[in-house]
């Protein structure tokens, strides 16, 4: 199965599906291109350290969504992308780019979903005073972070913590979560029903909780 990952960041969660990758434990899944909307970013050199294909769509080179998709559309779709992972990607995908990749666009969110959607997802749990926090992976529709959910693991927010410190613990969360959940795709595991999604055999679970 061929991964497509667009990324805009510093690409931690990009290099956690590079590394499994390397030890074999992204089952079927492999990573066929990077896509990015910001050409100087951390997360496209490590693609390129990494000696994948990559591809840049600067957003300010278009004047309008349709155009961007496509050009993001044809970078995907020249590896033959069969499963689109946005990973610490920040721009909202329309219409047509989600109709071209049917049930098969997830994202990593940095807060347990629905709370918490949007941007600065760690601050706002921070600020908000939970007890926990975690990274939700979901399916990606028109919304921003509303997509149906695939799995969740939660970490303690812990008395000490400051924002950037409950980030951390949040990231090396999303590090294990999301190379899990591209994997129990690649294997087919992942079954949708309406709003409902099952991982089926097992998926990750917050096991972290125990530290609680
Ligand atoms: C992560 O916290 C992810 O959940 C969010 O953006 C951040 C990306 O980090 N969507 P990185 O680029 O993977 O290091």
Request: proline share 4%; with cysteine.
């Amino acid at each position: 199965m061929n991964v497509g990952v667009l990324v805009s960041g510093s690409g931690t969660n990009l290099q956690s599906l590079i590394d499994r990758a390397r030890r074999g434990e992204l089952g079927p899944a492999r990573i066929a291109v990077v896509g990015s909307n910001v050409p100087d970013c951390a997360a496209l050199a490590r693609a390129r350290a990494a000696g994948l294909p990559t591809f840049v769509v600067d957003h300010r080179d278009y004047s309008a969504r349709a155009g961007f998709d496509r050009a993001l559309m044809t970078g995907l779709r020249a590896k033959q992308t069969d499963l689109l992972v946005l990973a610490g990607f920040m721009r909202v995908l329309g219409e047509e780019l989600l109709g071209a990749f049917p049930g098969r666009i997830i994202n990593i969110h940095p807060a347990l979903l629905p709370a918490f959607a949007g941007v600065r997802a760690q601050r706002q749990a921070f600020e908000a005073g939970v007890k926990v926090s975690g990274c939700t992976v979901h399916f990606v529709d028109q919304g921003v972070d509303t997509g149906p959910i695939i799995a969740q693991s939660a970490v303690a927010v812990h008395e000490e913590d400051d924002e950037e410190s409950l980030r951390a613990r949040i990231l090396a969360e999303e590090h294990r979560l999301l190379p899990a959940v591209v994997r129990a795709f690649a294997e087919r595991r992942v079954v949708i029903e309406d709003r409902k999604v099952r991982i089926l055999g097992g998926g990750p679970t917050g096991e972290n909780l125990r530290s609680l």
